[in-house]
């Protein structure tokens, strides 16, 4: 007889496309997760997965059987939401990823309160500032800052996010501040890896403008870029839940040049097509109650 622990297991390799990484997403020993998929296989008397020493390819019989094996954990964890619903209790794993920056400053205090209230939640929280693939990385959502632009994404906003140039007053003092986007060419910057391009983008009357800088410093945090910008390396073009702190204690300014960066937001995502869970239905209420609109670090 197949057990569902063994075929939850096997859709899980297949999705992390390792054993050692399901396990971690299992929070299971490697060995216990092996077992699982071997007694799966022996009840079905085939083989699901081809095994070498780089990597794990599924099978002919394994491609054929995840499709329906996918649906089979998918019923059941929507009926075993369904009676939470129905006991109004929020229980059981929830995987999120975030951003380090924003789950450190905001994410965290909106959500151990939270946690308290529901203690029957198991959350795993994944602070990792690169873009994931919600569905391939196995997370139930992700909490991102940015333009939302994938479409295999369903989305709730939570707030919206203003970006601003910032600088310390000491470098505008020595190297002046700008008053326009063409003045700013003469400013290094501090530029975040993870989009695409070293620039700045910014909404006039006449569309959007680039403008690619001079980098004094390029960082993937931030953290990082904020305390460079307070250290006088240049300017930086942050979000305002990430210097709101520093422009209140008089370490940062905000430089004004006539011009709005790109609107932005900070939404949950979770693949299109999987049913949202009530327990993430209910995290998605408790952060957007907390962070208000207008959010409070704008206020």
Request: a positive charge.
């Amino acid at each position: 007889m197949m057990r569902l622990e063994g075929i939850s297991a096997f859709v899980v390799i297949a999705e992390a496309g390792s054993i050692s990484e399901a396990a971690r997403r299992l929070r299971l020993s490697k060995s216990v997760v092996s077992e699982r998929l071997a007694e799966l296989e022996r009840s079905l008397g085939a083989p699901l997965l081809h095994r070498s020493t780089r990597k794990l390819a599924l099978t002919e019989d394994g491609a054929t059987f995840l499709e329906r094996a996918s649906r089979i954990v998918q019923d059941v964890e929507d009926a075993a939401a369904t009676i939470s619903e129905r006991r109004r209790e929020l229980q059981g794993p929830l995987r999120i990823s975030a951003p380090v920056t924003f789950g450190r400053l905001h994410l965290g205090p909106a959500l151990y309160p939270f946690l308290a209230r529901h203690p029957g939640l198991e959350l795993t929280l994944d602070l990792d500032d690169r873009r994931v693939d919600a569905s391939a990385d196995g997370y139930d959502a992700v909490v991102r800052h940015g333009v939302i632009s994938d479409s295999r994404l369903t989305v709730w906003r939570l707030a919206p996010s203003r970006r601003v140039l910032v600088a310390s007053p000491a470098y505008l003092e020595r190297q002046g501040t700008p008053q326009s986007i063409s003045a700013l060419k003469d400013h290094r910057g501090i530029f975040y890896t993870n989009r695409s391009h070293a620039d700045w983008r910014f909404v006039g009357p006449g569309g959007t403008m680039i403008l690619r800088g001079r980098a004094a410093l390029c960082a993937n945090n931030g953290d990082m870029m904020r305390d460079a910008a307070i250290a006088g390396l240049g300017i930086a073009l942050l979000p305002t839940f990430i210097i709101h702190g520093a422009v209140k204690a008089g370490e940062l300014r905000v430089i004004e040049i006539g011009a709005e960066a790109e609107g932005e937001f900070i939404y949950v995502a979770h693949p299109e097509g999987r049913r949202s869970s009530a327990k993430l239905r209910a995290l998605v209420a408790e952060l957007k109650a907390a962070f208000g609109d207008p959010p409070y670090w704008d206020r």
